[in-house]
């Protein structure tokens, strides 16, 4: 087989929903997301209302945390190590009362009904560290909703969560 | 055919174009661009993106790949070859750094490599657990820019029967204009059924 070449190319990389709180909120979920793309970006500049708090992912609507396995590595300025966690999507990219945090999701062949849903974190917290995530939603469905939620705590007035699609 | 009115004021109406798509939306083709994409019906052992000569005169500065990538090699993860215009001289170099789980690490992978620089860890295999693939997300920088090696950053990962994140930079000690990228997987397996790259290209103002 040979590639499909695009001719003229296909312009791509669309703002699909922006949501900015004006309030608390327990989390932010996108639904009804159209299977018409191959890939997601989930940008998220997200605030606490209380204390550092790490971020989760859910899709359509699975809280079942087993369903999900991720592996973390991180640095923190003096040290840096490895291990697992279930729906993180940042360890020392986590989110304060500040502004000072900011994450890029890219969740893969999210439409596609043949694989288990790998998304690959970036996450940084400039007071805190950094971090890579590679995980896995162990289900074969397409994605048409995604939550965004603090593991312990409250989204506060401020947290920006934006999505985009990417064809292919 | 019936013959509509033409009056003065239709064609004098004091607006000036400099484009024959005058009254036209314009045509935009965005920042970020779909270029081509391959996503594999059944084995395969090699991919290649050619004729990227092309996308130079297009105005496209930079490249991304994104790929969800598992091979058929008997193994719980693998390797595959990014290779510039078909070059197999000792020309590639490259770092990275990996996290398992349990233990962080970095390591000079080649300094003179000739197959290619290759996404160390990127790929699922055959005995990674069913429905697994690894994502990579690769950006090349400047591909056309003849005064300049050519580099790469790569960002791949997965989870199953082994996990892996890794964050790694190669470069292509050659200046020449890029005019293709083959894949290649690393142990002479193929790259398996449903094995998806695409190529993306990023506008310069």
């Known amino acids: 087989m040979s590639p499909t070449v695009y001719s003229p190319p296909v312009a791509t990389y669309t703002a699909l929903a922006t949501i900015t709180l004006a309030g608390s909120a327990s989390d932010v979920t996108f639904s009804s997301i159209p299977a018409t793309y191959r890939d997601l970006i989930l940008v998220a500049t997200g605030k606490s209302t209380s204390g550092l708090q790490d971020q989760g992912i859910n899709f359509n609507a699975d809280g079942t945390n087993t369903n999900y396995d991720c592996v973390i590595m991180w640095g923190n300025g003096s040290t840096y190590n490895s291990t697992t966690s279930t729906w993180l999507i940042d360890y020392y990219g986590s989110v304060t009362t500040d502004n000072t945090a900011a994450t890029i999701l890219q969740i893969m062949d999210y439409s596609a009904t043949d694989k288990h849903k790998t998304y690959l974190s970036r996450s940084n917290r400039a007071a805190s560290g950094v971090d890579a995530i590679a995980g896995r939603w162990s289900n074969t469905a397409a994605i048409t909703s995604i939550k965004y939620f603090l593991i312990g705590g409250t989204l506060a007035a401020g947290t920006t969560v934006s999505l985009y699609g990417i064809e292919a | ?205």
Not at chain 2, 33 to 57: G, H
Not at chain 2, 172 to 196: H, K, L, P, V
Request: glycine content about 8%; hydrophobic content about 35%.
């Open chain 2, 1 to 205: 055919m019936p013959i509509k009115s033409l009056s003065q004021s239709s064609l004098l109406n004091f607006e000036k174009y400099s484009s024959m798509l005058a009254g036209n939306t314009k045509v935009s083709y965005g920042a970020y661009d779909l270029l081509q994409t391959e996503v594999l019906t059944s084995a395969q052992a090699e991919i290649t993106f050619n004729s990227l000569n092309t996308y130079a005169t297009a105005g496209y500065q930079h490249f991304q790949i994104r790929a969800m990538i598992r091979t058929t090699r008997n193994a719980n993860n693998s390797n595959y070859y990014v290779r510039f215009n078909g070059d197999t001289g000792a020309n590639y170099a490259q770092h990275y750094m990996r996290g398992n789980g349990s233990a962080m690490e970095s390591a000079n992978l080649q300094t003179s490599g000739t197959q290619g620089v290759y996404v160390y860890q990127g790929a699922t295999s055959a005995t990674s657990g069913t429905g697994t693939y690894a994502a990579s997300v690769i950006d090349i920088l400047d591909p056309f820019n003849t005064n300049k090696y050519t580099t790469i950053k790569v960002l791949t990962g997965f989870t199953g029967s082994i996990s892996r994140v890794l964050l790694e930079s190669g470069l292509w000690m050659n200046t020449n204009a890029i005019t293709s990228i083959t894949f290649d997987e690393y142990f002479g397996a193929n790259f398996a059924e449903d094995t998806r790259i695409s190529l993306y290209g990023l506008k310069a103002a």
